[in-house]
């Protein structure tokens, strides 16, 4: 049995659509945890001397140490520069083992962060020490690098869809051309899982990214039209709150207008098929000339 758990900072938090298609056939939902806003204590924390001053080497293991002693079990330790995901945490229950992924900030994190660090070790999915974890990272922001720089080149238009095309058409119909976001084809990236990210929605750079094995004769034209038009619902409606603070990613107005959509249901009936899933899952051959 594999548990996980990620979490990225408050402010750049990707808004991700049909973002996973999983065997199980559950509802879309986000597929990032969405927490509430950062709370910082007016009581600035103590930072200790610059990271870069230190033996960077020894930190990593003396944490990863830390971690695997305190958790009882193997740990494996990556330090990021990642500007979205500040923790991802990876338990393996059936050989004991656990796959940290955590922001350089972490690195010197004061004792009752390692403490909260520790304990999501073994246990992922617990909100347990949600609020000491937000609070570090609001605190640490300024060490997260800008992404806000948007690709240098877009490349909508792939080897059977033109998203450009398929936006415009969407702009029209639906949002009376009122979405100014960019569109392009991400990379094909292979997956070493059983989900697919179709679409995300960047807020800060105002980019909708649709995954490149899209871009394949067996998926149909209403496919790919409802997973652009989930993204632009997304650059059209924001990300809102509720009434306690929380993010609010698919809102109940989000979830009625796509629901609302003529090629919602045939739509996302292809993408449950696990038939479909299995194709797109294969890894492609790159043809050379």
Known sequence: MIEQMELFPEEQIPVEGPSETRPSNRAFGPTAREMAPPKVSNRRQEEPAKVEERDIKKLVEALRLELEGAAKCRVSLVITN???????????????RACVRLHHMFVDAPDEVRTA?????????????????????????HQIRSSHRAPAKLQPRGVVYDLRDIYDELNAVYFHGKVNAAITWGRDIASSGRSIRFGSYYEATNLIRIHKRLDQTFV?????????????LHASLGVGKDETGRRQIHSGKFKKLERDYPEYTPAVDWIENQDNLNRLLRVRKTRHP
Do not use: D, W
């Open 82 to 96: 990642n500007t979205s995901n500040m923790m991802s945490i990876r338990l393996e229950q059936g050989a004991n």
């Open 117 to 141: 660090l520790a304990y999501l070790v073994k246990h992922p999915k617990s909100r347990k020490y949600a609020a000491c974890i937000r609070n570090f990272i609001a605190s640490r922001k």
């Open 220 to 232: 149909p034209l209403f496919v790919i039209r409802y997973i652009v038009f989930h993204e632009m």
